[in-house]
Each structure stands twice: as structure tokens, then as C-alpha cells.
């Protein structure tokens, strides 16, 4: 076969930077798992008309068929590759309601497909970890305040540029369009969406022919104008004059957000009034998440209130849930060169090997210590040891023990300082540090 | 919408299956990591050509287009999802041979979709967890021996049913049906890999149309009942007269395999004549897996040696790999009612709340629980205790923590004993025990 080449869209990481990955997600789902969220995972693939009921993605859904369907077989025939984890978690509530527990709290770490025209950081595979806790019937609005905390803890914990969750509350938009008599609040949200791409006189534009007025569009440019991170911003909405009960229900439950986001993570959350997310399942809070100094990539975290996904007949399941973009994340910073792992395997040792016939006792040097944790190879072959060094040194492994020829105690050099030492494979260990590889961070 | 449906095919755990595989895949990567294999994730698509390549699965592959593709648009028309995980290997080596070094040891663990026919432990997509080492030029055999040893770890660790890997190299059946000078040794295998189908006259029936006459037939028949899990098997071999140069190769192979899992676990590996493998990639030594007493159910963990799946012009990466069937080995054991988990959440405590506006100092304790590493929940609503610990109980959760009154110390119950002691937050600790799900098995 010719040599492959990368398909435009589906990123696939080298070695180095997979560890890189897996550091990230096993921090992301450790966090999850402290506050208490059980591990989920749905299958790939949902019947085309759940994919499709909100119409918007359609044109970004990959359809299956099987290859040796004959064209009369149906039965695969509405099948398609989920494009969020949201509306299969919707899916797998509905169909598993009496035996879950609510309020139920889970997470959910996969990849999803958007047959998208790729771009940094967008493409058309990519993993994402999400939180929701859905409830029945009613969900309290402090899980709305809670979610925000729980990413604040996973996202201080990665060597990236520092986040900042941007708030808003589709009811504070709703209520402040309803209370200036606009006649389509859903067109004009979308349209304000917008507002960092085409400008305040390119939303003045495309909002005159919903019938917007030149001073309502003024009004509406000023609530999207609305920034703060603390509850100050209420003083400022009431400020524009207009009056409607959703606005007042909105702006606290917003107020409530940003001032427990206040008390736990200074500065982690602000209430952004022109946010307004657009998939048009979010009914109260929505949420956007920037990077320092990288805000152009667009959001790395994103999410809302929904309390019409989930229902079927009289049963109604409420949620609320955020996303991290975990590819769109490490796309945009290896991009920038700004993460790097200290070796691009996990092993901390290289079993040197000075004749073939000894690779069983080698062997068993490494079986000692793997059993007390410490990631071990046997060198491939018994090359003179310079070559076997260069071996550890071009993968970044930090240590190579020598086995002691007849009688002689064993050593292990630090490849690195070239220190070599007495030592026995029953009770040595290296230093924290050399253990698992090092991940860092060029913005912290 | 109407009460969803599951997908037949499709697999969903519950909260508490998950945490079961989560335990499994946790386990099985650990080893992997201990036995220095990287870690890779490859793009779920491959081009259409890539899956087909082998024929063989041509069937079973999932096709792929946007929803929105207009007819002329090409440019998606030939992707498919992966079968395995072994085809997006070797591909990945190809495309980025020059980035990565040799010989590269790397681990998968991901889904994989096939339209099969689903039945017990079979299914349309399934997750895999795949080692493989892969060479330039050139394989060491020590390879081949060297990865049931990291599967014998890797299930030794899980409480399921004794696994015996079984082991047959498919140098030692090429040479032997060359020995016998039968006209298409590739048709042999495929029938003999029949055998516990349709039986010894079964196999006789169906080479017959192949030329090999009744004698031929005893011997092939008398070589696949040969097993032993040490090297005798070498002279039951011999005795059957056959002779030839590849046979001698394969036989010596397959006993440095048996005797070197002798050495490490012994039992832990047999080597099995009539073994062969229907992917037809494998070159060198084959190996299929059974659980004690689950034998019915198939193989649990597969592979083989292949020398001719990457290769692109001058370029050779000969491979030797395994693949744990996680979603078959689960979906068995679920379907026993084999294994248990104590709870179907991480939690290991819930904050009692006694009235709503104490909720932010509930969410403190929660937060210094979980920075010691305390899975911690804060209650949904200041219900009545007894509804808090009813919540509590539901999930499994082993502990209530009830924040003291004005100047009283907190108090910690465990809701199994029914014991209450008071605690701080700053220094409790659950025993080990109870700080995460209990997994267990029925069959240990």
C-alpha cells in the first residue's frame, strides 16, 4: 500500500502528546468523581429522527449504513453518529428512568462527530467530558450555581491559560426581549450570538427586519453590553428601564451563580450578558468558557439549563450540564506549542540486556519492579549498552539498570546526571517525579 | 417523544456496570503502562479501501456519509468505521513511521463496530484493549512470547473466571500441511479452524473437496488434538512423521512461547494445534483466550503475529499483538450475574443540608473532604434526615456527614452500622475499604 496520509478533521496525537491527553482526562474524571458524578457511556449511534429533532445540526450528522445492506433492509437504515453527548444522555434517561436514581449526577468522557468544514481546534472527531445531573419533574436552580465550581476545580488543575466561565441566563435575555414587546426573543438571540462576529451596527442591521426598532436595538446592544463578576450587574440591567417578571426570575437566578462562583474560585465565573449559546435546548443558565490570551479560539467549555430534552408522555427529566472541549483544548495548545511531556512512554526503567540467554533473568528484575509500580521495559536486544542507552534516552526513559554479572550487586544509572548507583530491584525506587511522566504547561 | 428503545447490538451499562468496567479498564491499562506500552487513539474512520484490503470483513463494516452531502460531493464517500483495532494500527505506523521509535510498543483501548448478527458476548460495537509491538524490518521472537504474559497479568488482576491463553503458531500448521504436500494450506486452516463446529467427520467432509485424501485427513485431525502447557507437544508432533523446515521453525517458536508463560504463571498459557485464527493477517503465533467454565462464550482475548499488514514500498514494520474483547468479557459476565459493584456511585459521602440557606457551608465541607480525596455529594435538598439518608442509602453511599449545630462538632454516620461518631473534615478518613465501589466477582 502507498504511504496514508491524515484525514482533515480527525486529529490523531503522537505518543507524547496522547499523555499529554490522558493526564488531562484522568484529572478531568478524577474531579468529576469527587463531587460525586457516576461514569457513563452511551453508544455511538442514535435513530437519525432523535439526531434531527432539533433541526439546527442537521447537516453536521454523519449517517451509517452497513456495506452489504441489501437496499431493502431498513432495519440500520436511521442510524447516525451522535454529534454532542448531550441528546443521547437525554435518550438513555428517558429509556433508563426506572432504574436510575434522581437527582442523578453523571459524566460522560467520548468522542462525537460533526461532519463539519474543519478548522483550529473544530473538527469533525472529538472527544468531550461532560457533566449533567438531570432530576425529576423539578430540578433546584443551585446545581445551576453547582456545575460552574466543579469545572473551575477540573480546569485549575491543567497546565493551561487561566479560564474564565462567562454566565448568562436565557431567561434574563428572554425577559428583557418580552419586556421590550419584541415579537420573535428567539430570532433576536440569535442574532445578538453574533455580536463578536459581525459588531453592534451588524446586529442593529440584521435586527431591523425582525421589527426592532432603532431604540430597542439600543436597548438590546446595551444588555449585551453587561459584564461583571459579581452580582453588580443587576444595578446595571434595571438601569435600562425595562421590567418583566422572567427578567427578574433570570437576573437572580444569574446573581446566584456568579456569587457562589465568588466564594469558591475568586474570579472563575462573569456574568456575560450577550452569551447566548446556539443550540436551542437551554432554557436558564447558559455558559461559555475562555482561555486567557487565547479567547479566539472560542469557547473550551461550554453548557446550559435544558428542561425539554428529556420527556415522554407525563415524565419530564430537567437538567443542567456543561462540556469541555477536550480536543478543541489540546488542538488550540499544541497548536501553540504550549504543553510537553517529559518522555513519550510511560516507562520509568530499561532493563539492559548483555546476552540474549540472560533475558529471563531480566525478565524477572522487571517483573520485581512492576509489581512495586514502576513502569519497566527489557531492552530489545543485547546491543553493546551504549546502543541500549540511546534506546532509553530517545524515548526519555530516565533510568537503566544494569544486572550484576555473577555475585555482583545489580546498579541503575540516571541516564540524565549519568549517576550510577548500587541497587536492588526488590526495594529501589526513583523519586516521585521520575515515576509517571512530567506534564507541563508553557503559560503557568 | 415516545419511551426510547435499546438498540440490539448496542450495549449500555448501567451506573454500577460502568463502574465495573471502569475497574477492568483501569486495571488493564495499568498493566499495559507497567510494561511500558503507550498509549494511542486513533480516528474511529479509516478509508474504505484501508478496511477492505483483507476482504474478509467486507461484510461487517459500517459505511459512513454527511447527511447533508449532496451526491456529487465525493469527498466522504469512502469512510468506514474500524472493525479492530489492529488495521488503524498499522496504518497509523505507516503514516507516521518517521515520528515514532522502533520497536514501538503502544496500547489501545477504544470502540470498534461490526454490523454483525449480535448474540451473547457479540456486538455491534464493542470495546477493545489491544497491545501491540511492532518493528522496522525486523520482529524479535522474544515478542511472542513476551505479551501473554502482560495479558496474564492484566486478567489475573480481575475477578473473573481462570484464563488460560491458548497458543498455536501458524508456521507450525503451514509447514505441517506443506509436509503433507496439500495443494492450499490456507484452505486447511480455515477448515480446521471448524473443528469444535462441526467436528472431527465434519472437517474430513469438508477437506475432502480440497484433494486431501483420508490419510492426509488423520494426520491434520491428529495434529489440531495435540495440547500440552509445556514443550512435550514438540514430540507429539513428531511422532505424527511429518516433516519440513517451516514446521521445525514454528515448533521451536511456539515452545519458547509456552515455556517462557511456564516460567512466569504457570498454566497460564497451552499450547493448542488447532488454533488458527479466521483473520487471515497472521503470519507467526496465534492466540485465542478462554475464561474456566465460560469456555462456550469464545475467545476473550485474541491475536497473533502479522509481518505483512504494515508495509508500504521498501518500508516493513513486521507486529505481534493481543486484544482484550472487554465488551464480550463484561457482557458474559453480566449476563452470569458474576460481578458485583457495593455502590453505583463514586460517592463515599453525603453532606446532610438541614436547612436550604446552610447549603454553602455544607459545600465547604464538601470541599475539604474532597481535597483529601473523598468522593463527596452535598444533599439534594434540606429534606428530613431521614429522606437525606434514604438518598444516601439508595446509591450505596457508605456515609453521612451531619455539619454540627452552632458550636457543636460535626458527626459522621455510617448508615450500615448505624454508627455516629464526630469528625472534622479537615482529618476524617472512610477506611480504605469504602473509599471506592467495591468491585467483586462470584466466580473467585
Given amino acids: 500500500m502507498s504511504k496514508p496520509t491524515p484525514l482533515s478533521g480527525f486529529p490523531e496525537w503522537l505518543p507524547a502528546q496522547r499523555i499529554i491527553e490522558q493526564r488531562f482526562l484522568d484529572h478531568i474524571r478524577r474531579t468529576f468523581e469527587l463531587y460525586g458524578f457516576a461514569s457513563l457511556e452511551t453508544r455511538a449511534v442514535e435513530p437519525l429522527d432523535q439526531l434531527l429533532r432539533k433541526g439546527e445540526t442537521s447537516k453536521e450528522v454523519y449517517v451509517l449504513r452497513r456495506l452489504q445492506a441489501d437496499s431493502t433492509d431498513s432495519s440500520d437504515a436511521s442510524l447516525g453518529l451522535h454529534f454532542d453527548l448531550t441528546v443521547p444522555f437525554a435518550r438513555f434517561v428517558l429509556e433508563n428512568a426506572g432504574k436510575l436514581h434522581f437527582p442523578f449526577r453523571r459524566y460522560q468522557i467520548q468522542k462525537a462527530w460533526r461532519g463539519e468544514r474543519p478548522q483550529v481546534g473544530?473538527?469533525?472527531?472529538?472527544?468531550?467530558?461532560?457533566?449533567?445531573?438531570?432530576?425529576?419533574?423539578?430540578?433546584?436552580?443551585?446545581?445551576?450555581?453547582?456545575?460552574?465550581?466543579?469545572?473551575g476545580d477540573a480546569l485549575a488543575g491543567l497546565p493551561i491559560p487561566k479560564p474564565t466561565v462567562l454566565v448568562n441566563n436565557r431567561k434574563v435575555l428572554q425577559g428583557f426581549y418580552q419586556g421590550l414587546d419584541l415579537v420573535d426573543p428567539e430570532a433576536v438571540m440569535r442574532v445578538v450570538d453574533k455580536l463578536d462576529k459581525i459588531g453592534p451596527a451588524g446586529v442593529t442591521a440584521e435586527l431591523s427586519p425582525l421589527g426592532v426598532t432603532d431604540s430597542q436595538a439600543r436597548l438590546v446592544l446595551g444588555l449585551a453590553e453587561i459584564s461583571a463578576d459579581d452580582g453588580s450587574f443587576v444595578d446595571d440591567v434595571r438601569k435600562l428601564g425595562v421590567s418583566d417578571p422572567l427578567l427578574d426570575e433570570g437576573l437572580a437566578e444569574l446573581a446566584a451563580v456568579v456569587e457562589a462562583a465568588g466564594a469558591h474560585s475568586p474570579g472563575?465565573?462573569?456574568?456575560?450578558?450577550?452569551?447566548?449559546?446556539?443550540?436551542?435546548?437551554?432554557?436558564g443558565t447558559v455558559y461559555e468558557t475562555q482561555l486567557a490570551g487565547l479567547e479566539r479560539y472560542g469557547s473550551v467549555c461550554s453548557g446550559g439549563r435544558y428542561d425539554n430534552l428529556a420527556s415522554s408522555g407525563n415524565d419530564r427529566f430537567p437538567g443542567v450540564g456543561l462540556s469541555i472541549g477536550v480536543s478543541r483544548l489540546l488542538g488550540v495548545l499544541f497548536g501553540e506549542n504550549a504543553l510537553s511531556a517529559s518522555r513519550s512512554v510511560p516507562t520509568a526503567v530499561l532493563v539492559a540486556v548483555s546476552a540474549e540467554e540472560d533475558r529471563r533473568s531480566c525478565d524477572r528484575i522487571a517483573a520485581q519492579l512492576r509489581a512495586r509500580g514502576i513502569a519497566t521495559e527489557v531492552s530489545p536486544s543485547a546491543a553493546k549498552f551504549g546502543k541500549q542507552i540511546k534506546f532509553a534516552d530517545r524515548r526519555g526513559i530516565p533510568y537503566v539498570w544494569f544486572p550484576g554479572a555473577e555475585g555482583a550487586a545489580d546498579t541503575v544509572k540516571d541516564i540524565r546526571s549519568g549517576e550510577q548507583v548500587e541497587a536492588s530491584a526488590g526495594n529501589w525506587t526513583p523519586p516521585a517525579v521520575d515515576l509517571i511522566p512530567v506534564v507541563e504547561g508553557t503559560f503557568n
Same sequence: chains 1, 2.
Avoid at 472527544?127 to 445531573?133: L, P, S, V
Avoid at 472563575?268 to 432554557?283: F, M, N, Q, V
Fill in 122 to 151: 473544530r473538527y469533525r472527531e472529538f472527544t468531550q467530558a461532560d457533566i449533567d445531573i438531570v432530576d425529576r419533574d423539578t430540578l433546584p436552580a443551585h446545581y445551576e450555581a453547582e456545575l460552574p465550581l466543579v469545572i
Fill in 268 to 283: 472563575l465565573c462573569r456574568a456575560e450578558l450577550k452569551i447566548a449559546r446556539g443550540l436551542d435546548y437551554y432554557t
